[in-house]
């Protein structure tokens, strides 16, 4: 699986306008051959920035994706950032789910 986050900060007062836009890049989205998850997420540490943040079975979807003309309107948005934006990709390989945390936090024997 292949994860893609990009992280912006909008300009004062536009804060809404980006929340927006990444909702309506994240539903049509999340129907896309290969997509597993897509989630817009505000920072708790700093209430300005915005992280959208996706999830991808391999990495020719999610270029396909980034190469689309519904990804492209994400461009500008990136400019106007008052801070750098913030791109991260990475190859994930999952291990397991609840069950971990179940087994991690389980009862306790001495």
């Given amino acids: 699986m292949i994860q893609a986050s990009v992280r912006i900060v909008p300009p004062i007062g536009k804060r809404e306008e980006f929340l927006e836009f990444m909702r309506g890049l994240k539903g049509p989205s999340e129907v896309l051959k290969g997509c597993r998850a897509c989630r817009v997420l505000r920072d708790v540490d700093d209430e300005d920035a915005i992280t959208y943040l996706m999830q991808w079975e391999n990495r020719e979807e999610l270029e396909e994706h980034l190469r689309s003309e519904r990804f492209r309107q994400l461009l500008p948005y990136l400019e106007l950032s008052t801070d750098p934006p913030e791109v991260e990709v990475s190859d994930v390989d999952p291990i397991g ?8 936090i389980g009862p306790q024997t001495n």
Avoid: C, M, T
Wanted: charged share 10%; no cysteine; aromatic share 0%.
């Fill in 97 to 104: 789910g609840i069950e971990i945390l179940v087994a991690a």
